[in-house]
């Protein structure tokens, strides 16, 4: 096993390789905001007591940064102050929840309506929501075919919507990560603020685990263990070592139990083993500058499943579309699981950020 070629890392970062095949039918997402549905699950509830309020907001291409600020204005508080879990897609209808500071005068902001957004339920909570306190987004996605119906593209997916659901898809960061044309990795002056350090960071590390990603699906061992791997039990964040593969971890493979992993560059090297550590290391190589950033910057090195189990899929034909109905755990993209199935020119585009 050997990574790819150091000139073709940033290519299969940006561009990654499609593990099932190349795309079946081109298609237009996003004709309407309905189109594209996504309704943010927190995993928690309410504490129903505190100093905050614990906003349920359906947004309607609207912005989610746009959307927070409107928060902080009604409660009278600083924008900083207003929590939410995971940016979302401006060109589609979203619930997604948000935190402001209980304002003094007892409002509850339930039914505050502007443009593009109107809370939907209000309650108490204790703090902040913080970044990443999401359990996962569930989606509907409408797929049209200029001449094609629902029930023509029902029959020219389903075998490839099969294969995802019994094998899932490549866990690839999405377009978003990188800016237009990969703008958030382009060589720049040294970041003049905290924003732009983080977007450069953030950029970075998906870059290479992108390419780190893309060098498994070449290898065709991006959906099963190789010894020296750190193994991810779906849905959760631990991870644990395999130094052999044996008949019962294949087999927990086969069931989407357990996924080999790809490193999350940080300031020490990989903590896989063997041909897995070497592939790793040798595709880094091929991207100095995004490896030197992210470790000076002192990053802790984590690992991420190379895998997407995509939970919950069903399709469903209309007269004139197909709908897609799946959810996804935290972290993970839409786009991952699109691009495997259709071609279209968003899922090339950084405009969304519906995998946060």
Not at 41 to 63: C, I, M, S
Not at 196 to 225: D, T
Not at 279 to 303: M, N, Q, S, T
């Amino acid at each position: 096993m050997s990574g790819p070629p150091p000139a073709d890392a940033r290519a299969a970062a940006l561009g990654p390789p499609r593990a099932h095949g190349p795309p079946v039918v081109a298609v237009r997402l996003r004709s309407l905001p309905e189109d594209f549905i996504v309704d943010e699950e927190l995993g928690f509830a309410p504490d129903e007591t505190g100093a905050h309020l614990l906003l349920r907001v359906r947004k309607r291409d609207a912005n989610t940064a746009w959307v927070a600020r409107q928060l902080a204005r009604a409660a009278d508080c600083a924008p900083a102050a207003v929590g939410f879990a995971g940016m979302k897609d401006r060109r589609a209808l979203c619930t997604q929840w948000f935190s402001v500071p209980r304002p003094r005068d007892g409002r509850t902001l339930l039914g505050l309506a502007g443009e593009g957004f109107e809370v939907l339920e209000a309650r108490p909570h204790g703090r902040k929501l913080p970044r990443g306190a999401l359990a996962g987004n569930r989606f509907a996605v409408r797929l049209r075919a200029d001449g094609e119906g629902g029930e023509a593209l029902a029959r020219r997916l389903d075998a490839r919507l099969r294969a995802i659901a019994a094998h899932g898809v490549p866990n690839y960061f999405g377009p978003q990560r990188f800016g237009h044309g990969g703008a958030n990795l382009a060589p720049a002056p040294a970041p003049r603020t905290r924003l732009e350090l983080g977007l450069r960071l953030s950029a970075a590390r998906s870059a290479l685990f992108n390419a780190i990603a893309a060098a498994r699906v070449r290898e065709a061992s991006w959906e099963r263990l190789l010894p020296g791997d750190l193994a991810n039990l779906d849905g959760r964040g631990s991870v644990f070592p395999v130094p052999q593969v044996d008949a019962a971890l294949t087999e927990r493979a086969a069931r989407l139990e357990v996924h080999p992993t790809g490193a999350l560059w940080g300031c020490v090297p990989p903590a896989s083993s063997g041909v897995v550590h070497a592939l790793e290391c040798a595709v880094a190589a091929g991207l100095p500058d995004e490896r030197a950033l992210c470790e000076r910057a002192a990053l802790r090195a984590e690992r991420r499943s190379l895998r997407l189990r995509v939970a919950e899929l069903q399709w469903q034909p209309e007269r004139e579309a197909l709908v897609l109905r799946f959810f996804l755990r935290r972290g993970s993209f839409a786009t991952s699981v699109l691009r495997e199935l259709i071609e279209a020119p968003e899922l090339t585009a950084p405009e969304s950020a519906e995998g946060a």
